[in-house]
């Protein structure tokens, strides 16, 4: 058995309570010992994520300094939690809770870099979306958050894989992204109404370590529930299931939404944006309930088989990394059992025939004895 981690739920003295009268620590150390190893593997929980360097670089520093300047100069771009995200960038001085941020911020405000002005040369320039792009670390702060995210994300994994039940449930979430079929833009008056489909039934998904399968029936439910219409699964939401700005149903083919776009500035981006076939990929996030495995051609099949909960369908810039941590968990489990189903057929295929031996060797030794008694006479 492990030695024990601390959960997210417990108190640092309840951890070293729980740890003191585990069964492996009492059977291996003496009391002396497990306090010592207790009190360590607090000091690693708390290190993980801390041992993150969240230093910024030297380019994200260089955007943050010319986005002050220019906002200085120019009156315009950005907002006062720009500003602070930008003189944290300078101090170095980023927190985890803030280098989410940026990366969320950068993400979402991608599209930002199509407007007029967000280029030297062009008329404008620097317009207010390329002043609060630089305030965020700019170019290297994006792709420097997405790497520090990960890890951060890896991190907290590790620690939620030992909380109780009842917390695991975000940890759990997944995200599958797809290509849009017959993506199509609807117009009534002034609505403007994105349909499309965030997940295909019975199609195999690209590898993930292995190949998954959205099986048909396992959204029954789901459609009912709290779901959001977002971009790239953050942000505020552009559409809502329980207003009714967003509707869900399924068919043959898939998960169908009908999203009656926000008119606010991301969400007329994000309609141009589809319109014209720059943003054609739709995505969903989700937590399961039931899955089943199996091997083809030599490659490990998920299919899901139930959803348990349904958290958003999202628009997505570019396809973002695959969050396939849930399932590659639930392969090593599908593999787990099936090594022990192996054994146990194996166990079971050696013990009828020991018993087929012995039944052999009885008759044998009848056989034998008859034979003794015979000659005898």
């Known amino acids: 058995m492990p030695i024990p981690t601390p959960k997210d739920n417990e108190t640092n003295e309840d951890f070293v309570d729980r740890c003191m009268i585990d069964p492996t620590m009492v059977d291996e150390y003496d009391e002396d010992q497990r306090l010592a190893i207790c009190i360590s593997q607090l000091e690693e929980d708390e290190r993980s994520i801390n041992d993150i360097d969240l230093t910024p670089t030297k380019g994200m520093i260089e955007e943050a300094e ?52 967000f280029k030297p040369g062009e008329d404008g320039f620097p317009s207010a979306g390329r002043i609060a792009w630089g305030l965020w670390g700019g170019d290297p702060g994006f792709s420097w958050s997405e790497n520090k995210v990960k890890k951060i994300k890896m991190e907290e994994s590790k620690k939620m894989e030992n909380a109780p039940q009842e917390l695991r449930g975000v940890s759990d979430k997944e995200i599958r992204t797809f290509n849009v079929q017959d993506l199509e833009l609807r117009q009534d008056g002034e609505t403007k109404t994105v349909v499309g489909y965030a997940s295909v039934f019975n199609t195999l998904s690209n590898d993930m370590g292995f190949r998954e399968i959205i099986a048909e029936g396992a959204f029954d439910g789901r459609l009912n ?20 700005t967003l509707r869900l149903s399924t068919d043959k083919l898939g998960l169908r939404y009908e999203a009656d776009v926000a008119d606010t500035s991301i969400g007329r981006d994000l309609v141009e944006l589809m319109s014209n076939g720059t943003i054609n990929q739709s995505s969903f996030a989700f937590t399961v309930e039931d899955d089943s495995w199996e091997v083809k051609d030599g490659v490990n099949v998920r299919t899901i088989n139930k959803v348990s909960r349904l958290f958003d369908v999202s628009a997505v810039t570019y396809p973002a990394y695959e969050e396939a941590s849930v399932g590659l968990r639930s392969l090593e489990a599908w593999k787990a059992k099936e090594e022990e189903k192996v054994i146990k057929e194996n166990l079971e295929k050696e013990l009828e025939e020991r018993k087929n031996e012995e039944k052999d060797l009885t008759k044998r030794s009848l056989r034998e004895l008859r034979l003794s008694i015979i000659n005898k006479k």
């Open 225 to 244: 529930d709290d779901v959001r219409f977002l971009i790239n699964h953050d942000g505020l939401p552009l559409a809502r299931t329980t207003n009714n």
């Open 66 to 117: 010319k986005a002050l300047e220019w906002r200085k100069e120019f009156d315009r771009g950005g907002t006062a939690v720009g500003v602070g995200t930008a003189n944290s960038i300078i101090k170095k001085t980023l927190s985890v809770d803030r280098v989410k941020r940026i990366f969320s911020y950068l993400s979402r405000h991608e599209v930002d870099k199509k407007g007029k002005g």
